[in-house]
C-alpha cells in the first residue's frame, strides 16, 4: 500500500491511499485531468507505430507518422523509450531510464501545497508515531491525524482508544 499525505495551501490536510504505483498513477491522473502515460510510459517506437495502424516503417507510415518513424530510425525500433512529462518535459520520448516512482513524485510535486509519500504500511505507521520529523511538526498535527484516519480506515491499525 502507498499512502499520501497532502497539505494544500488551503484548506485541510487529506490523506489517501493507492494499492501500488499503477493504482497511484491512475489516481494522480484522474485528480489531475491527464492520462496515465503522460506521468509514466515505457514504449518501443515499433509499439507507437503499431498504436497508429502501419506494421512497419513504410511510405506510408513515414507520411502519416514522421515523427515516430524518426524515433524508430534513430533509437533501434524496439527500444524502450521513456515518457515522464513531469520529469522529461511534456510529450518527451527519451531512451534514458526513468523510474517510474519519481515520474510519479515528480507529478505529486507539481501540486500547490506540500506531501509525503509512504511506501508502505510500516513506513505509514512509523511515521505516525514519530519517526518522520515532518509529520512530527507541531503545525501538522492535522496531517498527521488525517494519514492516521485512513490506516484506521484501511485497518492497518486498529482503534485502540
Known sequence: MIYIVECPPKGEPH?????HLADL???????DACEPWELFDEVTPRALLGGLGHEE?????????????ALGDRFGWDATLY????????????????DERAALLAALAARPGERRVYWSDREAVLAT???????????????RH???????ALEVVADNF
Do not use: M, N
Open 15 to 19: 490523506a489517501w491511499f493507492a494499492y
Open 25 to 31: 498513477s491512475h489516481k494522480i491522473a484522474a485528480a
Open 57 to 69: 516503417a513504410s511510405a506510408a507510415a513515414r507520411a502519416a507518422a514522421p515523427a515516430v518513424c
Open 129 to 143: 508515531e514519530g519517526a518522520d520529523t515532518w509529520l512530527g511538526d507541531a503545525t501538522r498535527w492535522r496531517a
Open 146 to 152: 488525517a494519514l492516521l484516519q485512513q490506516l484506521l
Open 83 to 98: 515518457r515522464a512529462d513531469h520529469v522529461l518535459g511534456r510529450g518527451v520520448l527519451s531512451p534514458d531510464p526513468v
